[in-house]
Nanobody, 116 residues
Framework: QVQLVESGGGLVQAGGSLRLSCIAS????????MGWFRQAPGKEREFVAA????????RYTDSVKGRFTISRGNPWNTVYLQMNSLKPEDTAVYYC?????????WGQGTQVTVSS
């Protein structure tokens, strides 16, 4: 079992930045990659970024490449998503989960709203 708590969302103007944080607890996250996902109103949840347990492998969805950066923190159960040059189309609820995600581990998410 893993518990995930996201924070750091908010309202920002287009071109601005936010940093999201995710704290994982429970034994299931040990040795696992972590990912960020988002769900915009009326759309399905989609993959945003993921980082391996070691931090040596990272991948992004094409729409955020060059703007978002995923990283692991210290302690290792913390994962960040630095979001720069935000666009209105980035507006969504952002979630973290294991990579690949576990159905029963979705947290409350954190709302990111980008105004034009």
């Amino acid at each position: 079992q893993v518990q995930l708590v996201e924070s750091g969302g908010g309202l920002v103007q287009a071109g601005g930045s936010l940093r999201l944080s995710c704290i994982a607890s429970g034994r299931a996250f040990v040795g696992s990659g972590m990912g960020w996902f988002r769900q915009a109103p009326g759309k399905e949840r989609e993959f945003v970024a993921a980082i391996s347990w070691s931090g040596g492998s990272i991948r992004y969805t094409d729409s955020v490449k060059g703007r978002f950066t995923i990283s692991r923190g210290n302690p290792w159960n913390t994962v960040y998503l630095q979001m720069n040059s935000l666009k209105p189309e980035d507006t969504a609820v952002y979630y973290c989960n294991l990579d690949p995600p576990r159905a029963g581990s979705w947290g409350q998410g954190t709302q990111v709203t980008v105004s034009s």
